[in-house]
């Protein structure tokens, strides 16, 4: 079993991203990242804080813009204009979910697609589908970018994602079809999720919920992707009960130093992307 490794495909994206930053650090541009985090939830305050981190030890500026779970869609929109307009800015990032009583698809499209990173909006939803080019979201790129290190191809593989969400879920299914696998997607009212989950060679979960992913799920040898970021007990684990997994799978990504080390990197190169585009 080969335990697919984050940190080692974060550390080559790093190595690129540095180099096509130093380029503005000699024209003395500082570009910044602006993450805005209203409420309190957990993964995402997890997120912002390694992303933070992570763009500071590439020289990039990210501020963590954080609003109370009570924050009107007014506010939040105000300053995702004030985002919009500020030169120094080449990236909005807009953590999800949203507090429950927002609209996320009206705010998340105040998002200047230029500058919506993460690819949320829906200009730049529609560009992933039509195969234009456009900011991909960050998880999904991460998840490929694994496969990807480790030469994992997708033509003709039965891909089974866990997981229907628009950051992650649905851009995931279509990335997965642009690299010509068979993709099932599953989610709450599957009827059958062992079943479908052991046909897959790549079983991917991005469901939120500890231990979903047994043994019994997977097939002897298949590639398992494990999205999920969950505390428990204080500690973060994925959606995969990694031990007894790891004993069938033919590679596992772990949780942490998986999925989620290489996404904050996938922000860093698509807001490096911005920065191109528009110095
Ligand atoms: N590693 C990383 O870089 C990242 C990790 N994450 C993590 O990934 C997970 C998913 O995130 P996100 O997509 O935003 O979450 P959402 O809660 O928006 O979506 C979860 C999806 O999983 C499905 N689901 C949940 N439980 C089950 C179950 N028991 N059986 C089948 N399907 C299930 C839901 O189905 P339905 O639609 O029917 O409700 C839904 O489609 C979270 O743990 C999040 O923290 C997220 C982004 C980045
Ligand atoms: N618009 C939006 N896009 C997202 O991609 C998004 C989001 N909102 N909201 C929250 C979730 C969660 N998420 C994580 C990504 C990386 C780590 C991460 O860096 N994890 C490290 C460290 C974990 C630790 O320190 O314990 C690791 O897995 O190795 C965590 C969580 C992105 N999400």
Do not use: W
Not at 49 to 76: F, M, N, P
């Amino acid at each position: 079993m080969v335990i697919l490794d984050g940190k080692a495909v974060a550390a080559f994206h790093r190595e690129k991203v540095e180099r096509r930053l130093y380029d503005f650090q000699e024209r003395h541009i500082q570009p910044g990242l602006a993450i805005i985090l209203a409420g309190s939830d957990k993964p995402s305050d997890l997120y912002a804080r390694s992303l933070q981190k992570v763009a500071q030890g590439v020289g990039l500026s990210a501020e963590i813009y954080r609003l109370a779970e009570t924050v009107c869609e007014h506010d939040l929109i105000s300053m995702i204009t004030h985002f919009n307009e500020d030169k120094n800015i080449f990236g909005i990032l807009m953590m999800m979910p949203l507090p429950r009583h927002i609209d996320a698809a009206k705010v998340i499209n105040c998002i200047s697609p230029e500058k919506d990173v993460d690819g949320l909006t829906d200009s730049n939803i529609a560009r992933l589908f039509s195969g234009r080019p456009g900011f991909v979201p960050c998880t999904p790129r991460a998840v490929m970018a694994i496969l990807d290190y480790y030469h994992i191809s997708l033509t003709g593989k039965e891909v089974v994602i866990i997981g229907r969400s628009n950051v992650v879920g649905k851009p995931l299914a279509q990335l997965c079809l642009n690299r010509n696998a068979t993709v099932t997607h599953c989610h709450t009212r599957t009827r059958d999720l062992v079943a479908a989950a052991r046909r897959a060679d790549i079983l991917i979960s991005a469901a939120g919920s500890p231990g979903l992913v047994t043994a019994d799920m997977v097939k002897p040898g298949a590639i398992v992707i494990d999205v999920g970021i969950n505390r428990v007990e204080g500690k973060t684990v994925g959606d995969v009960e990694f031990e007894a997994v790891s004993q069938i799978a033919g590679a596992v990504t772990p949780v942490p130093g998986g999925v989620g080390a290489v996404t904050t990197m996938m922000v860093l190169e698509n807001a490096v992307c911005g920065i191109e585009n528009r110095a």
